[in-house]
């Protein structure tokens, strides 16, 4: 099983450039995150999506849209890239209402110019 | 909304001693408290987890305790072993509605055991 995949891994925008990041699950969870990290924040919920069909934001949501395109794949979008959005993103899925541990990708590297 | 408090932000530790992080919560309606492991270049894997109605769970040399009342959670790793050497979140879930899904991470500890 691949668990969850992302894609890229790394990335370069300039100030102003959009661009999706894309995840993928295999293990036919209901619930999936976007997250982001930066050093000394922690991780924080930019949004998730409780089942396919739905999707609602986070504690971080601004500058940034999802899509649950279906039960596997969320995919999040920054349509004007921004310096304060260099980070790390994390995209995880969980099994039962949120309350199970979740299986997180192995991220994506963005870096804001 | 939850705020979790971890503490402490380093920690080094002598291969083969206990290593112990902390953690509170604030809001008394959490009811479920990951603990997630993370090596470098890689995301978060979860290692253990507790609910609120347990105060100790153990898994090999991995154990959590938690204690409602202070709304204090604890991550204890013995006997440890340079793999260990990670950054370690602690977490916590609160209850109703969309809340479920809202997770509130710690900061981190980055824990370094030295052969």
């Known amino acids: 099983n691949a668990g969850v995949t992302q894609t890229p891994k790394f990335q370069v925008l300039k100030t102003g450039q959009s661009m999706t990041l894309q995840c993928a699950q295999d293990m036919n969870h209901n619930s999936m995150y976007w997250y982001r990290q930066d050093p000394g924040m922690g991780l924080r919920l930019i949004y998730y999506?409780?089942?396919?069909?739905?999707?609602d934001k986070g504690e971080v949501p601004n500058g940034y849209n999802v899509s649950r395109l279906n039960k596997r794949e969320f995919s999040l979008r920054l349509e004007s890239a921004a310096p304060s959005q260099t980070s790390v993103y994390f995209c995880?899925?969980?099994?039962?209402?949120?309350?199970?541990?979740?299986?997180f990708g192995s991220g994506t590297r963005l870096t804001v110019v | 909304g939850e705020n979790v408090e971890q503490h402490p932000s380093t920690l080094s530790v002598q291969e083969g001693d206990s290593a112990v992080i902390k953690c509170t919560y604030s809001?008394?309606?959490?009811?479920?408290f990951p603990w997630y492991k993370q090596e470098l270049g890689k995301g978060p894997q979860l290692i253990i987890d507790i609910r609120s109605n347990v105060g100790e769970k153990k898994d090999q040399r991995i154990a959590v305790t938690l204690n409602k009342t202070a709304k204090h959670f604890s991550l204890h790793i013995t006997e440890t072993q340079p793999e260990d050497s990670a950054v370690y979140f602690c977490?916590?879930?609160?209850?109703?509605?969309?809340?479920?899904?809202?997770?509130?991470f710690g900061k981190g500890t980055l824990l370094t055991v030295n052969p």
């Open positions: 809001d008394s309606a959490s009811n479920y």
């Open positions: 977490a916590a879930s609160s209850l109703g509605g969309g809340s479920n899904y809202k997770l509130t």
């Open positions: 999506s409780a089942s396919e069909g739905t999707t």
């Open positions: 995880a899925s969980s099994e039962v209402k949120g309350r199970a541990g979740r299986t």
